[in-house]
């Protein structure tokens, strides 16, 4: 990767760590921007998605990689009285 064309993509937004990381495994955003080969960065890449320009393929990913993760977090939305209210308005 040339220098130029990697800090050209570093500086769009949710991009700032693309080809940083020197770990080998799945990824759940654009140039190697969010890793997901452990579930703690599983995690760290959903608290984070919203930063991309498209939270959902991330998010997608994930769930696809983790699904324990998805059966977690709509587990969560359905016994959270917070999400419920927030839900109905």
């Known amino acids: 990767m040339e220098k130029g064309k990697l800090s050209k993509i570093r500086e ?3 991009e700032s760590n693309a080809y940083s990381y020197k770990t080998k495994g799945p990824f759940a955003g654009p140039d190697k921007t969010y890793p997901i080969n452990t579930v703690a960065r599983a995690r760290n890449a959903l608290s984070r998605a919203h930063f991309a320009n498209n939270p959902e393929s991330i998010k997608s990913k994930v769930y696809q990689e983790y699904p324990q993760l998805k059966e977690r977090h709509e587990q ?4 959270d009285k917070r999400y419920q209210a927030y839900k109905s308005k």
Do not use: A, F
């Open 12 to 14: 769009k937004p949710g």
């Open 76 to 79: 969560r939305q359905k016994n």
